[in-house]
């Protein structure tokens, strides 16, 4: 999108500010009579990440060898630190289980994260809410699948809704533990993930287009600061480079603890 608005802006029509609906992308493939948005650019950039995880993993353990390879010795790398940093740090012996789930979360948040930065891209899938969505929707659904195999139907959800207290809280703490425990975690899991990429993409774009109106301005004292609006929009792309490693961490460790709290024995 950022690519798309400089070339606007090049030719003296500049998107300045940016608004919500930049983040609806006209269809690529058009569909039904009203051009629906069916195959956009984020869901290009779905797919072009799974074809790279796809085929970075089956290259990666093609022909495995007791001394790793780079590509062997990254992709190991990848799944030991989510197994043992994530999945056995979170939930202990039983998160090896879980390993592979986590590491294919954390890997595709990441490639689709990494889009961000990419020069001409620029933009990720999780900028739109959808995304994330999904994700949330599937931990979610994961840790209610564990913890009714792990307890049973009735003793997990009386275990999720009734905490230790008298039986006169227990009206008051079961609606609370409702919202917490069932509404606020995917929702607040998506939120995160959305809400952190959606704002540096446009962080990135308001100093970038900024560079340009500063440029154009009829003010000839505005057209050098310009150049710091620009050096600004670098500096922040290395800082979204530590976002974007940072947020597909904290979403699969929040994922693993929500894995964890519906094995634990104890509320």
Request: cysteine-free; charged content about 10%.
């Given at each position: 999108?950022?690519?798309?608005?400089?070339?606007?802006?090049?030719?003296?029509?500049?998107?300045?500010?940016?608004?919500?609906?930049?983040?609806?992308?006209?269809?690529?493939?058009?569909?039904?009579?009203?051009?629906?948005?069916?195959?956009?650019?984020?869901?290009?950039?779905?797919?072009?990440?799974?074809?790279?995880?796809?085929?970075?993993?089956?290259?990666?353990?093609?022909?495995?060898?007791?001394?790793?390879?780079?590509?062997?010795?990254?992709?190991?790398?990848?799944?030991?630190?989510?197994?043992?940093?994530?999945?056995?740090?979170?939930?202990?012996?039983?998160?090896?289980?879980?390993?592979?789930?986590?590491?294919?979360?954390?890997?595709?948040?990441?490639?689709?994260?990494?889009?961000?930065?990419?020069?001409?891209?620029?933009?990720?899938?999780?900028?739109?809410?959808?995304?994330?969505?999904?994700?949330?929707?599937?931990?979610?659904?994961?840790?209610?699948?564990?913890?009714?195999?792990?307890?049973?139907?009735?003793?997990?959800?009386?275990?999720?809704?009734m905490?230790?207290?008298?039986?006169?809280?227990?009206?008051?703490?079961?609606?609370?533990?409702?919202?917490?425990t069932?509404?606020?975690?995917?929702?607040?899991?998506?939120?995160?993930?959305?809400?952190?990429?959606?704002?540096?993409?446009?962080?990135?774009?308001?100093?970038?287009?900024?560079?340009?109106?500063?440029?154009?301005?009829?003010?000839?004292?505005l057209?050098?600061?310009?150049?710091?609006?620009?050096?600004?929009?670098?500096?922040?792309?290395?800082?979204?480079?530590?976002?974007?490693?940072?947020?597909?961490?904290?979403?699969?460790?929040?994922?693993?603890?929500?894995?964890?709290?519906?094995?634990?024995?104890?509320?």
């Open positions: 999108m950022i690519g798309q608005s400089i070339v606007l802006a090049a030719e003296g029509d500049i998107p300045f500010p940016p608004s919500v609906e930049d983040f609806f992308l006209p269809a690529i493939v058009p569909w039904g009579a009203h051009n629906s948005y069916w195959f956009t650019k984020f869901t290009a950039l779905i797919w072009l990440s799974v074809g790279i995880l796809i085929i970075f993993f089956l290259l990666s353990y093609r022909k495995p060898q007791l001394v790793p390879t780079k590509k062997q010795w990254i992709a190991e790398s990848i799944y030991g630190f989510v197994r043992n940093n994530i999945a056995v740090d979170m939930i202990g012996h039983r998160g090896v289980a879980f390993a592979p789930y986590f590491t294919t979360l954390f890997v595709f948040i990441l490639m689709n994260n990494i889009w961000q930065i990419i020069p001409g891209v620029q933009i990720s899938p999780n900028t739109h809410i959808a995304f994330p969505a999904i994700l949330a929707i599937i931990s979610y659904v994961l840790f209610i699948w564990v913890g009714i195999r792990h307890h049973g139907f009735v003793k997990f959800f009386k275990h999720s809704l905490p230790p207290a008298p039986w006169f809280m227990q009206p008051l703490l079961i609606p609370i533990e409702i919202i917490s069932f509404i606020a975690r995917p929702v607040s899991l998506a939120l995160r993930l959305f809400a952190n990429l959606f704002a540096g993409h446009i962080i990135l774009l308001v100093f970038t287009l900024g560079g340009f109106v500063l440029l154009n301005a009829d003010s000839f004292f057209k050098p600061i310009s150049v710091l609006s620009w050096a600004v929009s670098i500096a922040i792309t290395f800082l979204e480079a530590l976002v974007i490693v940072l947020q597909a961490y904290i979403f699969t460790v929040l994922s693993a603890s929500y894995v964890q709290g519906a094995l634990a024995d104890e509320h």
